[in-house]
């Protein structure tokens, strides 16, 4: 299984972008968003899960972001609106099939994608 991500860049505050992550091989339950900024652990940004697509956010995202799936191309997107400085970070996509009560947990997650860097500029 490989995880493609795109779509980081620098945008000013108040800003949007778009994420979009694409799993190759099987499908799996969970697909989610976790970021990583300088000096810091790498935390839950949110994640969608089949079957339904019900979405999970962290309570620092709620309301600015979006994420969701694409079954038939097994890609996750996670758009982002009203963007902060503080969501400036490398930006990870990550798929698993664990349970929902561990979904923001890194260790729940089997594959993770390369990275990509956000910026938000004040």
């Known amino acids: 299984v490989q995880l493609q991500a795109s779509g980081g860049g620098l945008v000013q505050a108040g800003g949007s972008l778009r994420l979009a992550c694409t799993a190759s091989g099987r499908t799996f339950i969970n697909m989610a968003w976790f970021r990583q900024a300088p000096g810091k652990e790498r935390e839950f940004v949110a994640v969608?899960?089949?079957?339904?697509?019900?979405?999970y956010y962290a309570e620092s995202v709620k309301g600015r972001f979006t994420i969701s799936r694409d079954n038939a191309k097994n890609t996750v997107y996670l758009q982002m609106d009203k963007m902060k400085p503080e969501d400036t970070a490398v930006y990870y996509c990550a798929v698993g099939d664990g349970i929902l009560s561990a979904i923001s947990t890194t260790s729940t997650y089997l594959y993770w994608g390369q990275g990509t860097e956000v910026t938000v500029s004040s």
């Open positions: 969608v899960r089949r079957p339904g697509n019900r979405s």
